[in-house]
């Protein structure tokens, strides 16, 4: 099988913490206060203050700091990626190497190993009878950080066929596979929803409305209504769509397909299609900066990272950063581009503004997940031999 990846990376311009006094933390603050007029068996009314809410904006972590390994993770993973959830968790998705998902806390520690077997039946899914197990692939979180949903390369069990692989095609009629959503509070799989044949890459619509998945040999998009839990639409698009970044106003879904050199725009208004075309040889993964204005793909087939006008799609300038740059991920401010290169063994950061190579750090063998914790300021790589290596 040949491993291949992207990662998506969501930046944001600041994290805001809201702090209500003497509130329950799972319900809103607005609105809930001790009314002034309550009267108190023999306390004072103005001796009891008025509760009240503070919202603060927690600082964007610097970016301009030279990078170095701060600690390396290891135990029963082989991770195909990594994403931080932007609230203190970050998820590595092991494939079928181990079945499963592993959940860190913003430091590494361990938090939970999440199987990945599940009852189809209980989820209201026929034909698979007793339990089935998935391959985890990629990740992505809803705009509140309740929901996670993790794409299944295959699935195994009772009805599925040969496990999926990435030498395919429409032709070649691959077992679909499913999509799961994992509940973050309880770290506990709580929807199943069905997609097209080895799905890849799977990202979440700032607005929460949809997620979209792309069928690696479906050679398609499935869009998922959030509301509804289902697929409602399935958008052709060539051969190996791969990466996914959604606009910051949740209008246009850019994807990435690798068996060409173009880059789909899909707009999640009507479905339509518009493409910017000779981005380069095999498009695999999709930055955008956080407003909007920057595309960056990682160009499997040449070896080079390509900066993007995506509104006129105009490629801007193009750099070398290593062998087989594969995936990405931006700082919150959008100064800098951190790329992993699986055939050298390295991670580049970059100036996303110039493009100019600023640092090179020695990772794991063959990494291939990226990701930066906006709580930290850290970057994670995965390296697909069976580490994580964070770095500060």
Not at 143 to 153: I, Q, R
Not at 159 to 164: A, R, V, Y
Not at 232 to 245: E, W
Request: net charge neutral; aromatic share 8%.
């Amino acid at each position: 099988m040949r491993r291949v990846l992207i990662a998506l990376a969501v930046a944001a311009t600041a994290i805001v913490i809201t702090v209500a006094v003497a509130v329950d933390d799972h319900e809103p603050a607005a609105g809930r206060h001790l009314a002034s007029s309550t009267s108190l068996p023999g306390v004072s009314t103005t001796s009891i203050p008025p509760t009240t809410t503070t919202t603060t904006t927690a600082p964007i972590p610097n970016s301009d700091r030279t990078l170095a390994l701060v600690k390396t993770v290891t135990g029963d993973i082989a991770p195909k990626s990594v994403v931080a959830s932007g609230r203190g968790l970050v998820f590595a998705q092991n494939m079928m190497y181990k079945h499963s998902i592993t959940v860190y806390d913003a430091a590494g520690a361990l938090v939970k190993t999440i199987p990945d077997t599940v009852d189809l039946a209980a989820f209201g899914i026929p034909g698979h009878a007793g339990t089935s197990r998935g391959a985890p692939v990629e990740v992505a979180f809803t705009p509140d950080g309740t929901k996670a949903y993790v794409s299944n390369y295959s699935m195994y069990g009772s009805g599925f066929g040969p496990e999926g692989s990435d030498e395919c095609g429409p032709g070649n009629r691959t077992d679909a596979s499913f999509v799961y959503r994992i509940d973050v509070a309880t770290l506990v799989i709580d929807q199943v929803i069905g997609v097209g044949p080895v799905p890849k890459y799977v990202a979440v619509s700032p607005d929460g409305r949809f997620v979209v998945v792309t069928n690696w040999c479906g050679y398609d998009a499935s869009i998922i209504d959030v509301a509804s839990g289902t697929e409602v639409k399935r958008i052709p698009l060539g051969p190996y769509p791969r990466g996914i970044v959604i606009s910051p106003d949740s209008r246009t879904a850019y994807v990435a397909v690798m068996g060409t050199s173009n880059i789909a725009r899909i707009d999640l208004g009507n479905f339509a299609v518009s493409w910017i075309y000779n981005v380069g040889n095999g498009p695999r993964h999709l930055v955008l900066s956080p407003d909007g204005t920057e595309l960056y793909a990682t160009l499997n087939g040449e070896g080079r990272v390509a900066k993007l006008d995506p509104i006129n799609g105009v490629v801007q300038n193009k750099v070398s950063t290593g062998q087989a740059p594969r995936s990405m991920t931006m700082s919150t401010d959008g100064k800098r581009l951190y790329v992993v290169n699986y055939g050298s063994g390295t991670m580049s950061t970059l100036d996303a503004a110039t493009m100019g190579n600023i640092q090179d750090v020695k990772t794991g063998f063959h990494p291939i997940g990226i990701t930066y914790d906006r709580t930290t300021g850290s970057v994670w790589v995965a390296n697909y031999t069976g580490s994580i290596m964070i770095y500060g």
